[in-house]
């Protein structure tokens, strides 16, 4: 059964890792960018299609990652515009 998983590496980063039962193969790299936010690089080109599910994967991954900051930005009242006069 293949499998999409997230490796965290050091300084703010994690791998984003097609596995199945005969190969291992790096797809992507999730970076906290400038501002503060996790994103997506891929770093291999696929021939082809990208698959509903790969792509659902990797949002749900960035989702689980960026929900803090979010929470932090919406409460903060020097970054949110909610507390904006």
Request: net charge positive; hydrophobic share 40%; with cysteine.
């Amino acid at each position: 059964m293949s499998k999409v998983i997230l490796i965290k590496c050091p300084r703010r980063r994690y791998e984003v890792v097609y596995k199945d039962e005969i190969r291992k193969q790096l797809i992507g790299e999730i970076i906290q960018d400038v501002d503060g936010y996790y994103k997506f690089f891929p770093v291999t080109k696929i021939a082809g299609y990208w698959s509903e599910f790969f792509l659902m994967t990797v949002l749900g991954f960035l989702t689980q990652l960026n929900v803090s900051w979010d929470r932090h930005c919406q409460t903060d009242p020097l970054i949110s515009d909610s507390k904006a006069p």
